[in-house]
């Protein structure tokens, strides 16, 4: 399994958090993880390393229903930078609502949507999957 030097959290709910970041950790795969509570600040911090030069992630865990930013907004504008740089982009979330999997589905996400909460096993073969 090769190495992922950045991994991005988007998630509210600190139990979620600290399941995935103690998983992540495990692995033994991660160097750095960034960990935002809602879309928003998660947005507005990539755009900014992204316009200042900086490394993006190479993964984003990205939960769907948070405060101030869902998971979709965050898409709809994340999706508009135009980062030349892969990012795989996973929907972790509980939902298991049509409409959301239908709105995975425009975004080429179908196949990355794990309902929470994840296991070490499943994590582990997200990151298999990206080596």
């Known amino acids: 399994m090769k190495e ?4 991005c959290l988007i998630e509210d709910d600190p139990i979620h958090v600290f399941l995935s970041k103690k998983y992540i950790e495990m692995t ?3 160097k750095n993880v960034l960990i935002y509570n809602n879309g928003k600040v998660a947005f ?19 939960d ?10 965050f898409l709809e504008e994340f999706t508009k930078i135009p980062i030349n740089k892969v990012i795989t982009i996973y929907i972790l979330t509980s939902s ?6 239908e709105n995975a589905e425009k975004y080429g996400l179908k196949g ?20």
């Open 28 to 30: 033994g795969v991660i």
């Open 96 to 101: 298991l609502i049509k409409e959301d999997l």
């Open 44 to 62: 507005d911090t990539l755009k900014a390393m992204f316009t200042s030069g900086q490394e993006l992630p190479e993964l984003i865990l990205l």
């Open 64 to 73: 769907l229903n948070m405060p101030i930013w869902d998971g979709w907004q």
């Open 4 to 7: 992922i030097n950045l991994v």
């Open 112 to 131: 990355n949507y794990i309902v929470k909460p994840i296991s070490l096993a499943k994590m582990k073969k997200v990151l298999l999957e990206m080596a």
